[in-house]
């Protein structure tokens, strides 16, 4: 076991709620599978996203996943039929992957997704979250040995996951927001626009309007006002 999939596997151990968790994940998982992209999703049960982690791409790749890229990918299609690791040349050949409806339509031209590999987070029986990987041009593809090192993390992360879930009270959607969702939203509280909290936070308005989206689906909100509602509700 390498140094760095040890030192992973340690601190998943150790976490002691699904924020630690994550984070122990995102800020080892790029370089231990020497990548520029990597993320992580947290399903609810009716496998809609509660939490998503991202780190390497702009906000609008979400939007651009889970309004294209999820209906014609057929990686995350064996990922979910099989309930194992997999990365594109599994699936394709070189040629054809760079053929394919997901390259071509933004995965790789727009988002420099050149090699990809996702894993399963895996529960009761079913897939509740999901582990990312992409590395951009110029760079190789993963290999038997990525994927050997996905699926031991895969199997620890479903394992903790699974006892954190069975021991923790129920606690507000408010825990699972981010430090910077936690200030784009405490900004909304006190009435400001998305350009001026653009302005504020030094971040463009579309980084603003991706980031309330992604509070609002946490929340189970649809409005600004609901939203508010719900943080004040919770102090």
């Given at each position: 076991m390498s140094p760095g999939l040890k030192a992973l596997i340690e601190q998943i151990g150790c976490a002691h709620n699904e924020q630690e968790l994550r984070f122990s994940y995102m800020d080892a998982g790029g370089e231990l599978f020497a990548c520029q992209h990597w993320g992580i999703s947290l399903l609810e049960s009716h496998a809609q996203p509660a939490t998503i982690d991202i780190q390497g791409l702009p906000d609008s790749f979400i939007d651009?996943?889970?309004?294209?890229?999820?209906?014609?990918?057929?990686?995350?299609?064996?990922?979910?039929?099989?309930?194992?690791?997999?990365?594109?040349?599994?699936?394709?050949?070189?040629?054809?992957?760079?053929?394919?409806?997901?390259?071509?339509?933004?995965?790789?031209?727009?988002?420099?997704?050149?090699?990809?590999?996702?894993?399963?987070?895996?529960?009761?029986?079913?897939?509740?979250?999901?582990?990312?990987?992409?590395?951009?041009?110029?760079?190789?593809?993963?290999?038997?040995?990525?994927?050997?090192?996905?699926?031991?993390?895969?199997?620890?992360?479903?394992a903790k996951l699974a006892y954190l879930r069975s021991h923790s009270n129920?606690?507000?959607?408010?825990?699972?927001?981010?430090?910077?969702?936690?200030?784009?939203?405490?900004?909304?509280?006190?009435?400001?626009?998305?350009?001026?909290?653009a302005v504020t936070l030094w971040i463009s308005q579309n980084t603003v309007k991706q980031t309330l989206k992604r509070i609002f689906r946490k929340l189970n909100v649809s409005t600004r006002t609901e939203m508010v509602v719900k943080l004040i509700s919770s102090r």
């Open positions: 651009y996943y889970e309004n294209i890229g999820i209906f014609i990918d057929p990686v995350m299609d064996y990922v979910w039929e099989n309930h194992v690791p997999t990365h594109e040349q599994v699936i394709f050949t070189e040629d054809t992957w760079k053929q394919s409806q997901l390259y071509q339509s933004g995965c790789g031209r727009k988002y420099d997704h050149e090699h990809i590999m996702t894993g399963p987070i895996v529960g009761n029986g079913k897939i509740i979250g999901i582990l990312n990987f992409a590395r951009t041009r110029n760079t190789p593809a993963f290999n038997t040995q990525d994927l050997m090192r996905l699926s031991a993390i895969c199997n620890h992360i479903s129920i606690v507000l959607p408010i825990t699972s927001l981010t430090p910077r969702e936690l200030e784009i939203a405490q900004l909304v509280t006190h009435g400001l626009t998305n350009g001026e909290i």
